[in-house]
């Protein structure tokens, strides 16, 4: 537990030195607007609509604890209005999450269809929660995601080919990223 407090520690100040940093995912798609609640997003070469990942709080402040992350679609290509995810593409592009230890107040959570890689919801010392990720075997505060995603003959996503993931390495402050073969 001393190493993890110690690793959000450098975290927070590597994130608060590069926190005018955007991660795109892939040239020439949307980055969407970073609010306080927003985790990090997602985003397919099927097309230039985004999946947010947003902190789920209770009317205290608190974070909610059966269901710690709120995901919603930004549709870019339906003027960019918020949508809920299909029962379908909740299986895909949905995560599971659980408590991991009750005082830290974090979670461990993984993405349904991907399940090799945890990401460590985590309460950062200035109580701010941050996505944490190992990339290329370094902890980084996890900014976007991307799945690359091969077509059928009607033009649907049949079969996920590669997942990017895209954060701020938690020792160097830097932009880094891992494509991991699915």
């Not at 990090?40 to 059966?66: A, E, H």
């Not at 090799?116 to 010392?125: F, G, Q, V």
Request: with cysteine; proline share 3%; charged share 25%.
């Amino acid at each position: 537990m001393k190493y993890r407090k110690e690793l959000f520690t450098i975290a927070l100040l590597s994130i608060i030195c590069s926190s005018s940093l955007l991660v795109n995912a892939q040239e020439n798609y949307p980055v969407p607007v970073k609010t306080d609640r927003m985790l990090f997003y997602l985003q397919r070469s099927f097309n230039r609509n985004t999946i947010i990942y947003d902190l789920n709080r209770l009317p205290d402040g608190s974070v909610n604890p059966k269901k710690p992350v709120n995901i919603y679609w930004i549709r870019y290509q339906d003027d960019g209005r918020k949508a809920e995810l299909s029962y379908l593409q909740n299986k895909a592009f949905g995560i599971r999450c659980k408590v991991s230890d009750r005082g830290e107040s974090g979670f461990i959570m993984h993405f349904n269809y991907f399940d090799k890689r945890e990401i460590l919801l985590s309460k950062t010392n200035t109580g701010d929660y941050k996505a944490f990720v190992n990339i290329n075997h370094e902890m980084a505060e996890l900014v976007s995601a991307f799945i690359k995603s091969e077509s059928n003959s009607s033009g649907m996503p049949q079969s996920f080919k590669f997942l990017e993931f895209h954060g701020i390495s938690v020792m160097t402050g830097k932009l880094i990223s891992e494509k991991i073969m699915l």
